[in-house]
Nanobody, 126 residues
Framework: QLQLVESGGALVQPGGSLRLSCTAT????????IGWFRQAPGKEREGISC????????NFADSVKGRFTISRGDAKNTVSLQMNNLKPEDTAVYYC???????????????????WGQGTQVTVSN
């Protein structure tokens, strides 16, 4: 059973930056594509970024393109989401998830992911 833990969420002012980490506590992440999702109050969970198993392919939602980057750590059990120029509408609980091994590439769909972390809160406000 793969266990994922997110960290790095905080309260930040508009225009600020945060780096979120997704760490696997029971395995490496080499075998999984990893997605980042977020869920704001009263809204559905949305996919915002994904990195392939090899790290050679990344996807971003239009709402974060050009501001967020995703990368795999050298330790092979961490995937990071660098968030720059944060806006109030980025406020949400952020989750990382591991894509089902039966699928290749990346996916923006919640149902394609088998393992989820507990989430970390990001609040962008003055």
């Amino acid at each position: 059973q793969l266990q994922l833990v997110e960290s790095g969420g905080a309260l930040v002012q508009p225009g600020g930056s945060l780096r979120l980490s997704c760490t696997a506590t029971t395995s490496t992440l080499d075998f999984y594509a990893i997605g980042w999702f977020r869920q704001a109050p009263g809204k559905e969970r949305e996919g915002i970024s994904c990195i392939s198993k090899s790290g050679s392919s990344t996807n971003f939602a239009d709402s974060v393109k050009g501001r967020f980057t995703i990368s795999r750590g050298d330790a092979k059990n961490t995937v990071s989401l660098q968030m720059n120029n944060l806006k109030p509408e980025d406020t949400a609980v952020y989750y990382c998830a591991a894509l089902s091994p039966r699928l290749s590439g990346c996916s923006e769909y919640v149902g394609d992911y088998d393992y989820w972390g507990q989430g970390t809160q990001v609040t962008v406000s003055n």
